[in-house]
């Protein structure tokens, strides 16, 4: 892998390996800069969620130490001697009215115990009876709740029990076991239910975290607050909970916190602390915007600077580069036109040097191309000739052994049109004064022969042309296309027994006119194509050959144009030929074959 990349990097050009390796460098001490940056932020988020986790645990204790002091009023109450006395008082009472001044007591030494503390909301007892007794404030509780605080705590057996109840209210739950003295018969006297103000708790210990909120969950509700500031919600806390890191930033469509927790030992409960991260971080992003953009700066000062000195130096090896490449494609008629920067050409480097040899060269190149143009122009001109020479019109005999066949048999008036049609090709081929002709010409030729072959094949002949009228003056290669039309005879409509179809079309795209020659004949497999290109089969025919026909195309127009074939077995077999658009102007030859 390492030695594809070192030779793609050899193989490209001076100006952009510099602006590569420019690139490279900048972009590496980016990356470093990043890795820094990245280390830097892991640090300030660990110094951060120390810090944040030492207030949580200062928070977290100051507001366990106040649950625990719920619970050991919670302990008093249910040891209270007095409330002893009149629980049981209760239970062997059986006048209405004396129940109900001892729940009148209850009451007041409830009121004794919840007026001392100003984390209580509200106490209530209740007794066996189901009765409730309560001291604070009066805000009941529904009937269905008391059921269950009162068997949650028969289930704690006298112990202590936290329940957290709708829009986060906060209920410490404990049950009345009896004894008298030193005598613990722990018979169940009722339930005291003492409701906590826990939003004063808190608010007491963030009043020093402006914009931070503390959040406080058992796992399944959320304790504290009983309402969560937008933008926060239920969903982003409880993806926040199940953060497997202690701590983090949670991105809102508002805003983002920085988040870090903790878990109490004493109650179970998770402590999360939400700071918004903008106040938190709002300095670093601005440095790291500041520096990405200096180094953005940078980087395209470095590319700006590159680019000229790379310039300097790469600009006049191109053009001695386009120079060469000129020469290579053959395009000799710009050597006159290629120029040199007299700067360079007067300088002493080396790529001065390069200049004027390559100016001495080209001065070398015109000699001989004024010595051996007329030279050349006489080669092809021979070559074409030999090439027309090749031309057997053997189609004669076949169309002589028509018109005997036909005066043998019926003895028709349509011999006159073959006879015409004869006469036609005959002046056609004779005369070859002319190595261009408008394809309409071409196209009467086709015609004359095709009405030959009609007489002959009669209904089995399918022949139509379909070709623009703007194109019928382009010049074409005299004898081009009733040869590929006498092969599709040959080949395709003689070994038929049905209708064989044969269709001439052109078409102009841009300035190539295509014309395809098509039959529905026999066709020919790619591997008989590939020896005909090849020049390895040896037709049946005498005429003219399709190597001929290919020849003398590119000879005339040049190496771009000629002849392609493209057969399908049992399908069809189409003869595709490109030419130039000359309209109204006869093609000049010299200049196809000299250019």
Known sequence: ??????????????????????????????????????????????????????????????????????????FRVVTDEQLQRYLSQLQQESSIYEKNVIRKKITNRLIAFAGSEKFVYSMMAIDREGEVMSAGNREGIPA??????VRLAKDKA????????????????????????????????????????????????????SGS??????????????????????????????????????????????????????????????????????????????????????????????????????????????????????NLDQLGELTTDPVTASAQNEVGMLHRTF?????????LIDENYAKQLVIRETELKALQAQIDPHFLYNTLESINWMAKVNKQTE?????????????????????????????????????????????????TIDVPEELLDTQIPKLTLQPLVENAIHYALEPKIEVCHIRITARLEQDTVH??????????????????????????????????????????FGPEYGLRIESEPDVCTAFHIRIPYEKGEMYDVQSAVGG
């Open 1 to 74: 892998m390492l030695t594809r990349f070192k030779s793609a990097y050899i193989n490209l050009g001076i100006h952009r390996q510099m602006l590569l390796l420019i690139s490279v460098l900048m972009l590496g001490s980016f990356a470093s800069y990043l890795l820094v940056l990245n280390t830097v932020y892991n640090t300030y988020d660990s110094q951060m969620y120390e810090k944040t986790s030492e207030l949580l645990n200062m928070s977290s204790v100051e507001i366990e130490n106040q649950l625990k002091d719920i619970e050991n009023l919670s």
């Open 144 to 149: 269905v709740l008391r059921t269950d605080l």
């Open 158 to 209: 006298g112990s202590n029990s936290w329940y957290v109840g709708e829009q986060g209210s906060l209920l410490a739950v404990r049950q009345f076991k009896e004894f008298s003295g030193s005598t613990f018969t722990l018979n169940d006297l009722g339930t005291i239910i003492v409701r906590i103000r826990i939003d004063r708790i808190v608010q007491q210990q963030m009043e020093s975290s």
């Open 213 to 330: 909120q503390l959040i406080i969950s058992d796992g399944e509700e959320i304790v504290y607050p009983s309402e969560l500031v937008p933008p926060l919600n239920k969903d982003a806390i409880s993806q926040e909970l199940q953060r497997s890191q202690p701590y983090g930033v949670v991105t809102l469509p508002e805003e983002s916190y920085f988040s870090a927790r903790i878990q109490s030992a004493y109650t179970g409960w998770t402590y999360l602390h939400m700071t918004p991260f903008d106040e938190m971080f709002q300095r670093m992003v601005w440095i790291k915007r500041m520096v990405t953009i200096v180094f953005i700066g940078i980087f395209l000062l470095a590319l700006i600077f590159g680019t000229k000195l790379s310039r300097s130096i790469t600009r006049p090896m191109e053009r001695l580069l386009q120079k060469m490449r000129t020469v290579e494609t053959g």
């Open 359 to 367: 100016n001495r060269m080209l001065r070398r190149i015109r000699e």
């Open 415 to 463: 011999i006159s049109r073959m006879v015409e049609a004869l006469g036609f090709l005959l002046r056609s081929s004779v005369n070859m004064s002319d190595k261009l002709i408008r394809l309409g010409d071409e196209l009467d030729i086709v015609r004359s022969y095709v009405t030959i072959q009609r007489m002959r094949f009669e209904e089995r002949l399918d022949f």
């Open 515 to 556: 014309i395809t020659v098509e039959d529905d004949g026999p066709g020919m497999t790619p591997e008989f194509l590939d020896r005909l290109y090849q020049g390895q089969v040896r037709t049946r025919g005498k005429g003219i050959g399709l190597s001929n026909i290919m020849e003398r195309i590119r000879l005339t």
